[in-house]
């Protein structure tokens, strides 16, 4: 079974910083795609970045010129540095990772870590 394991976010003043990580461990056979959505207080999950393995970072519009997504590394683990953090960046961080495993297509999440913005 795959499994993403999450850590970074916390609190940060805004105009700081935080990373987070996401590494995918299991039985994939071609990832196409590892990166975060955060959840708001609503009920949708907007997606923040992406790192897809065949092309170029994919950017939320309210994140681009802040945020940097790496590249998906040898041990599928990816990156996300979150600069100039204001309080809309407020939010679960949920990893979610496109991957193929036995032939087939397949998307899964993580459990979620929590950013705040404060002041």
């Known amino acids: 079974q795959v499994q993403l394991v999450e850590s970074g976010g916390g609190l940060a003043q805004p105009g700081g910083s935080l990373t987070l990580s996401c590494a995918a461990s299991?039985?994939?056979?071609?990832?196409?795609?590892l990166g975060w959505y955060r959840q708001g207080p609503g009920p949708q999950r907007e997606l923040v970045a992406l790192?897809?393995?065949?092309?170029?970072?994919i950017y939320a519009d309210s994140v681009k010129g802040r945020f940097t997504i790496s590249s998906v590394d040898a041990k599928h683990t990816v990156y996300l540095q979150m600069n100039n953090l204001q309080a809309a960046d407020t939010a679960i961080y949920f990893c979610?990772?496109?991957?193929?495993?036995?032939?087939?297509?397949?998307?899964?999440w993580g459990q979620g870590t929590q950013v705040t913005v404060v002041s």
């Open positions: 299991g039985p994939i056979e071609e990832l196409n795609n």
């Open positions: 790192a897809t393995v065949n092309g170029s970072p």
């Open positions: 979610n990772a496109k991957f193929i495993a036995r032939t087939s297509f397949y998307e899964t």
